[in-house]
């Protein structure tokens, strides 16, 4: 069955790089999207970007500027890095497929010295 | 980009009434391909979300049909025939026509 699962640090300090990765499975990410989402404690969801089945990034524009998203298609992984954490990037982590069928779910991450 | 507005920000029920969310799109949804690529999703208290109705009005396998989707071009509606206890929770509407983005939830409580 479709799965994912997030893994991660849970903490990160201020002006570091935050990294995450997505290992799924019952898919293949050469055949679908994942996107990665995340939520502010207490707050809505918000779309940081995605990964295209044929390796196309797409990128929420207000976060293009620090965020990068890649893949290992042979270890079924996406990845997420995004640069200068400040204290409001705190929050759970989400990746889900393209169709926002299945989800992972989340890592919590807390940005603080 | 596309600014999604729900209203209201929140819905308070009893058992077995009718509920209505309104989302409202900044621009048109219908994509140049003729689809209309707006869903709906509930995250209940301390889960992830999952999809209720996606492409405006088609309802995700496994999801009472007591929900339904509406719409068109940018105004759009999910409705909730018969509150149950296991609908409470926040309801976001999300596109994926220009680029993708969320719209600011709506929770449902009981009243």
């Known amino acids: 069955q479709v799965q994912l699962k997030e893994s991660g640090p849970g903490l990160v300090q201020p002006s570091q790089t935050l990294s995450l990765t997505c290992t799924v499975s019952?898919?293949?990410?050469?055949?679908?999207?994942v996107h990665w989402v995340r939520q502010p404690p207490g707050k809505g969801l918000e779309w940081m970007g995605r990964?295209?089945?044929?390796?196309?990034?797409s990128y929420n524009s207000a976060l293009k500027s620090r965020l990068s998203i890649s893949r290992d298609t042979s270890k079924n992984q996406v990845f997420l890095k995004m640069n200068s954490l400040q204290t409001d990037d705190t929050g759970t982590y989400y990746c889900?497929?393209?169709?926002?069928?299945?989800w992972g779910q989340g890592v919590m991450v807390t940005v603080s010295s | 980009d596309v600014v999604l507005t729900q209203t209201p920000p929140t819905l308070s029920a009893t058992i077995g009434q009718s509920v209505s969310i309104s989302c409202r799109s900044s621009?048109?949804?219908?994509?140049?391909?003729?689809?209309?690529?707006l869903h709906w999703l509930l995250q209940r208290p301390g889960q992830s979300p999952q999809l209720l109705i996606y492409s405006v009005s088609r309802l995700e396998s496994g999801v009472p049909n007591r929900f339904s989707g509406s719409g068109s071009g940018t105004d759009f509606t999910l409705k909730i025939s018969g509150v149950e206890a296991e609908d409470l929770g926040v309801y976001y509407c999300?596109?994926?026509?220009?680029?993708?983005?969320f719209g600011g939830g709506t929770k449902l409580e009981l009243k």
């Open positions: 889900t497929d393209g169709y926002f069928d299945y």
């Open positions: 999300v596109q994926g026509t220009h680029a993708w983005t």
């Open positions: 990964m295209r089945y044929n390796g196309d990034t």
């Open positions: 621009q048109s949804l219908l994509h140049s391909n003729g689809n209309t690529y």
């Open positions: 019952g898919f293949s990410l050469t055949s679908y999207n």
